[in-house]
């Protein structure tokens, strides 16, 4: 493994100079770190649209005969969508 001293300066080192507890920690973030690394870990991502609908907002419109008639004001487009995540290591 590789530490950084103060200066900047990095060093290598083995994991055996530390304690147990510390080598069993260095053992799981090495496994953690090899797990995300770019070079194997895949990320892949589709959506699949699961509804789709509108709303209407309509609004009474009065007109000085008395006439009244609706006016559509408002339409907004809904859609519920599902990602399906996968993870290839």
Not at 34 to 56: H, M, P, V, Y
């Amino acid at each position: 493994m590789e530490l950084k001293r103060e200066g900047g300066k990095r060093v290598k080192v083995r994991p055996s100079i530390f304690v147990a507890e510390d080598q069993a920690y260095i053992k799981e973030w090495d496994a953690v770190k090899a797990f995300t690394s770019g070079r194997l870990l895949k990320i892949s991502c589709d959506d699949n649209q699961l509804d789709k609908w509108k709303e209407e907002e309509w609004k009474d419109v009065r007109y000085t005969s008395g006439n009244v008639e609706k006016e559509l004001m408002k339409t907004t487009t809904f859609e519920r969508i599902a990602f399906d995540i996968n993870f290839h290591n």
